[in-house]
């Protein structure tokens, strides 16, 4: 199993307070740096969980779109742009956020927002997030990560004109949040609210033949 890159910097500085309160207790009998060496070194153990990035079997057929992360189904609703589906990530949940469908990035907007809990219905519109948007032909898939109460931090390495395929890596939420899916009205949806998700694995919708 690997790790997301954004975690490496959090783990080297654990990591490294950990070996340096280790080598001053060993060498000055400090009872105290012992347990600082205990807690950094359990907070590496943590980063090392909370940043692993599993490989997935990435289904391949041209018209299925994925899940874009792991966590649970939390909404399905009719919104403007067609049928959204909410996926809420818990701090256990990985983090690593995936292509739902291939095509290419039209656009990347970043939104300052508030904090609200990732649960609530107005978190979509509220909250801080950042919105891509794939074109697929004449569709448009929209990915939005959405910053919830503890998670502040959204990673999205993706441009408009970049092309994108399924369940390639682009980015991640740390430490809880959600992410909204919202495929075209026409997209027959296969998950139901309750059900248990897997980034770049799980099939949460198929597209109609024809572009």
């Known amino acids: 199993m690997g790790m997301a890159k954004s975690g490496i910097p959090i783990l080297v500085f654990f990591g490294g307070v950990a070996a340096l309160c280790a080598l001053i207790a ?7 740096l012992r347990y600082g060496t205990w807690l950094f070194s359990s907070l590496s153990v943590f980063t090392l969980y909370f940043f692993r990035d599993p490989q997935r079997a990435v289904p391949q057929e041209e018209h299925l779109v994925v899940s874009a992360a792991d966590g649970r189904v939390v909404k399905i609703a009719q919104v403007l742009e067609g049928m959204r589906v909410s996926v809420f990530m818990t701090v256990f949940n990985v983090h690593v956020n995936r292509i739902p469908c291939s095509g290419r990035v039209e656009r990347v907007t970043y939104h300052p927002g508030r904090f609200f809990s990732a649960f609530r219905e107005k978190a ?15 569709r448009r898939v929209i990915v939005t990560q959405i910053a919830g109460v503890i998670a502040r931090r959204i990673v999205c390495r993706l441009k408009a004109g970049d092309v994108v395929h399924t369940g390639e890596r682009f980015g991640m939420i740390k430490f809880g949040s959600r992410v909204d899916l919202t495929l075209p009205a026409e997209t027959e949806i296969k998950v139901r609210v309750g059900d248990r998700v897997r980034g770049g694995q799980t099939i949460m919708g198929v597209m109609p033949d024809g572009e």
């Open 26 to 32: 060993h060498f000055f009998e400090l009872t105290l």
């Open 124 to 138: 979509s519109d509220e909250n801080e997030r950042t919105e891509i948007v794939i074109v697929r032909g004449t």
